[in-house]
């Protein structure tokens, strides 16, 4: 590889390690955590899948030959991480009068449409849990004898068996939200289910036979289990947000390690994504009145504006959503996406240097994916009058490449997205900003203020004299 070598923070021995795959010869190897598809995805799952989108784009464009793997858990997730409660996907079925298929069905195809709006590249591979529940049980099969024990409510795996035990979580047993049903006949806290048995009398809408009787597959044997058959353990890179650190990702390497009969985790760099918080705290479904894409969407802003506003912070930091910081990133997408439509259609001198901004842009996403170092990097580029044109194009794809932030294509007609409570059309307001612009020619200044607050009252606030040349936009 040529240019900056890639760093990456390994959250498994919390320190910043140059990255080199582990076999080059199958290129870099990355499994994500996915959604669990029983509910709308909120912005803040959205920001674990920004983050995974912006190490898969670094991975390429730094000249690695990428395999990614996002798993989509239809089953087994419960209410609580620690593999206690009810079945999120049963759950929701029950609440909507739905059957847990049609649910996963339909939040997984909302999860990939989110993914689309969002210019998330659609990774290699994104497997269903309830494909791979006969892999799950061979699986389990290997090392249930010697790590796992079987109460009446299923198998569970004994954690004192492996070694560290929790080094993940850097030794905290966090007791918090995850450990409030105890299972009766738990050797450990922190022994957790591999597989769980529907009880007697009792019939669930997902389960399968086992050895250990009819039931369904614990939540982190799902991950273990797909990432091992696609990538192969070990791979290179896992990812999750930053809970996963303390209890998923945690019993995953303890399966892992049963798997091996050794002391290898799975996977060589253990990578997490910070929350995005609100005034409340971490945005979670659970809380009700979440925030979610397609809601941004129907009040008028670019999905991509979520996107900038994500990498605008480290995804090693907690970034807060607020209406606030959401206007700010449409403000500044607004400003990259005029000053890019001016600087592809610029001729330019053709001097100029396109290889500092690339040199920039590298040592920046390869500084631990970087992205909020790499945004002014961009802006400077979208300033520079000296490049002339086919630079200008080539170094433009190239930030895009990484970034993903279209700016190749995106033009100021593009932002304009309709409200979907808008009660004008986009038509109308421009004949209606046509006539204002008469009525001011010929200086009949009430006319034309009348039709300003014609304007607000349908949520149209007129902009005179704008910056960035915006004639109108839409309350939020
Ligand atoms: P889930 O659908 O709950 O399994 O979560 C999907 C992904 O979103 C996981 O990687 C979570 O760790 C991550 N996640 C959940 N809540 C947040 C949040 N508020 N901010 C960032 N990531 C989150
Ligand atoms: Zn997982």
Request: charged share 25%.
């Amino acid at each position: 590889m040529t240019g900056a070598t890639l760093t990456l923070y390994n959250s498994l021995t919390r320190s910043l390690e140059p990255f080199a795959p582990i076999d080059p010869a199958k290129g870099v190897r990355v499994y994500s955590c996915g959604p669990t598809v029983y509910s709308d995805p909120h912005l803040g799952n959205l920001r674990a899948y920004v983050f995974t989108d912006t190490l898969s784009r670094v991975l390429r464009w730094k000249g690695y030959p990428l395999t990614h793997v996002l798993n989509i858990t239809d089953v087994g997730h419960l209410t609580s991480d620690a593999d206690e409660g009810e079945d999120k996907m049963e759950a929701a079925a029950k609440k909507r009068g739905m059957s847990a298929w049609d649910i996963s069905r339909h939040y997984a195809d909302v999860f990939r449409r989110n993914l689309r709006d969002l210019n998330i590249r659609t990774p290699d591979h994104m497997p269903l849990a309830t494909d791979y529940i006969a892999k799950m049980i061979e699986f389990a099969k290997g090392f249930a004898d010697a790590n796992c024990y079987q109460l009446d409510s299923g198998l569970y795996f004994d954690s004192s068996t492996v070694p560290d035990y929790g080094k993940l979580s850097g030794g905290q047993d966090d007791a918090g939200e995850g450990r409030i049903e105890s299972v009766e006949g738990k050797r450990h806290p922190q022994d957790f289910a591999i597989w769980r048995t529907t009880p007697p009398g009792e019939t669930r809408q997902m389960e399968w036979d086992s050895p250990w009787g009819r039931g369904a597959p614990g939540w982190h044997l799902e991950c273990s289990v797909m990432s091992a058959e696609l990538l192969g353990l070990p791979f290179d890179i896992h990812t999750g947000g930053i809970d996963h650190r303390e209890i998923h990702h945690v019993n995953e390497i303890a399966q892992n390690q049963a798997h091996c009969r050794c002391g290898d985790s799975g996977a060589r760099v253990w990578m997490h994504n910070n929350f995005l918080v609100d005034r409340g705290g971490k945005m979670s479904k659970s809380k009700g009145g979440i925030a979610t894409l397609d809601a941004l969407v129907a009040k008028g802003v670019h999905p991509l504006a979520y996107r900038l506003m994500c990498l605008s912070a480290h995804y090693r930091s907690e970034l807060e959503f607020s209406g606030e910081n959401l206007m700010a990133a449409l403000v500044r997408l607004r400003r990259l996406v005029l000053a890019a439509e001016k600087f592809r259609a610029a001729e330019g001198k053709g001097g100029g240097n396109a290889a500092s901004y690339l040199e920039r842009l590298d040592a920046a996403v390869s500084d631990d994916l970087n992205t909020p170092k790499a945004l002014p990097v961009l802006e400077e580029l979208l300033a520079d009058k000296q490049l002339g044109q086919e630079a200008r194009l080539m170094t433009l794809a190239q930030f895009d490449t990484a970034l993903g932030l279209n700016l190749l294509d995106l033009g100021r007609a593009d932002l304009r997205v309709r409200p979907a409570d808008a009660l004008v059309t986009e038509a109308e307001i421009e004949t209606r900003l046509a006539l204002r612009k008469d009525a001011r020619a010929a200086k009949d200044f009430a006319r034309s203020d009348a039709i300003r607050d014609e304007l607000l009252g349908a949520g149209v606030e007129v902009m005179d004299g704008d910056p960035l040349g915006w004639d109108w936009k839409v309350e939020l």
